[in-house]
């Protein structure tokens, strides 16, 4: 099947600063990118819908300022955490779409840790 | 709006008993699809199963079976002879087909259920 990667699989970093996620489709192109967060023990919750060479939708609640997305190309999406605190320590997980819409791959994910 | 429930947020077992994991759904769409993921503890998603609102057929794949019933929104996962391996949390969840816009193809996931099979 599809494959998608996410780059770091883990981080670690200070309060105050801001780290990117990419999520990168590998072996298909992907017009439109989800990102979902993830705390401990709990479900996924979609976060925003990335799509090529436009802007992102957050669902209600998801700070567009504090979560940038940004869909360059059609294998590439990234989330930027800024000004990351404590509370947005969680496992961060993208998906991408192929053209058929009910076909959705996901990223290993991402942990971050904010101390 | 579409929901996913399932109502059991953890079950245990003893390997080779029989184990269903229930999941019932709410949506206004005519056609959508639904989905079940295993996450094991290294947290990648693995997907399990696919099926369209237009496909009652129950399903088996191995060990693993999966009824789908519209009449009472419901689209139940059953594992039999369970194993060790299958220890993880598993997801439902469901896409609806909108439309349009530029969203379509996003998942709503149920809150997930935990199980532990013990040797």
């Known amino acids: 099947g599809a494959v998608v990667s996410q780059h770091p699989s883990r981080v670690i970093c200070k309060s105050g600063t801001s780290v990117k996620i990419e999520c990168r489709s590998l072996?298909?192109?992907?017009?439109?990118m989800f990102w979902y967060r993830q705390f401990p023990k709990k479900s996924l919750m979609l976060m925003a819908t990335?799509?090529?060479?436009?802007?992102?939708?957050?669902e209600q609640g998801v700070e567009k300022d504090k979560f940038l997305i940004n869909h360059a190309s059609l294998t590439l999406s990234t989330l930027t955490v800024t000004s990351a605190h404590p509370e947005d320590s969680s496992f961060y997980i993208c998906?991408?779409?192929?053209?058929?819409?009910?076909?959705?791959?996901f990223g290993p994910g991402t942990r971050l840790t904010v101390t | 709006a579409q929901k996913v429930t399932q109502a059991q947020t953890e079950i245990s077992v003893v390997e080779k008993e029989d184990v269903t994991l229930d999941c019932v759904y709410e949506t206004r769409d005519t056609t959508y699809y639904l989905f079940w993921y295993k996450q094991p503890p290294s947290g990648e998603l693995v997907f399990l199963i696919r099926?369209?609102?237009?496909?009652?057929q129950n399903e088996i794949s191995g060990r693993y079976s999966w009824n789908f019933q519209k009449s009472t929104s419901s689209f139940n996962f059953t594992i039999t002879a369970s194993q060790v391996v299958d220890s993880a949390v598993y997801f439902c969840?469901?896409?609806?087909?909108?439309?349009?816009?530029?969203?379509?193809?996003?998942?709503?996931f149920g809150q997930g259920t935990i199980l532990t099979v013990h040797p």
């Open positions: 072996d298909f192109q992907a017009t439109t």
């Open positions: 998906s991408a779409r192929t053209v058929n819409w009910h076909e959705q791959y």
């Open positions: 099926r369209n609102s237009f496909d009652e």
């Open positions: 969840a469901l896409s609806e087909s909108p439309a349009g816009g530029t969203s379509y193809g996003k998942l709503t």
């Open positions: 990335s799509n090529e060479g436009s802007k992102a939708t957050y």
